[in-house]
């Protein structure tokens, strides 16, 4: 599994570490704030929420201090219910294909034929992608649903989530910024940081069944 995981990283992060001197933080200007108590953004909250099976494509680039742990690829990000989605990353420059599946019981990392059981999740992104990322929030945080342990939560005057903060087990906080959005009112671009690690999400491609 050591090894698994030195060539994954290897492959992630050397080879595409090139990239990133395009992958800029965008800045999340949200102006004016309105309330969470707002008519409008409630009913949409209550609509999102409503939201299970979907899928998206996106661009995905990772920006951190050390620029051993920064990386841009392609997404695809399938999502059935909580803790039960598919997501694939690739880079065709290397031609290189990585599966990821979550669920309940723990994470299947499949690439190149090999295809492993991760059940210390954050050790695992830890050592792979630089930071735990807060996955199990990923398939809400994704559609623009805050959910979690998330407090501050600031919504604009077009009754649009804005932003919001997670703490999660070890109080680390994460938070999660939606900079624009479709004429759809889905999340198009969105940044997660925990303030040293930063993840840029840019959805091209909603599909929502």
Not at 40 to 59: H, T
Not at 91 to 119: A, D
Not at 133 to 139: G, L
Not at 155 to 180: A, G
Request: contains cysteine; aromatic residues 12%; glycine residues 6%.
């Amino acid at each position: 599994m050591k090894k698994f995981y030195k060539y994954a990283k290897i492959i992630l992060l050397s080879s595409v570490a090139f990239l990133t001197a395009c992958v800029q933080i965008p800045q999340n200007e949200i102006g004016e704030l309105s309330s969470v108590n707002d008519k409008s953004f409630q009913e949409r909250m209550i609509a999102v929420n409503k939201i299970g099976a979907y899928e998206l494509k996106a661009s995905l680039g990772v920006v951190s201090q050390n620029p051993s742990a920064r990386f841009t690829m392609s997404m695809s990000f399938e999502n059935r219910k909580p803790l039960n989605y598919q997501m694939k990353l690739s880079n065709s420059y290397v031609g290189k294909y990585y599966t990821i599946k979550r669920f309940k019981k723990g994470l299947i990392v499949q690439e190149g034929g090999q295809s492993i059981t991760i059940n210390d999740i954050p050790a695992f992104l830890r050592e792979n992608f630089g930071a735990s990322y807060p996955i199990d929030h990923f398939s809400d945080w994704l559609k623009g649903y805050p959910s979690g342990n998330i407090f501050a939560i600031k919504v604009d005057l077009k009754h649009q989530l804005r932003q919001f903060k997670f703490t999660n087990e070890d109080n680390e906080v994460w938070t999660i910024d939606y900079v624009t959005y479709d004429q759809q009112q889905m999340p198009k671009l969105m940044v997660i940081s925990n303030g040293n690690q930063f993840l840029r999400i840019k959805i091209n491609n909603w599909s929502i069944q």
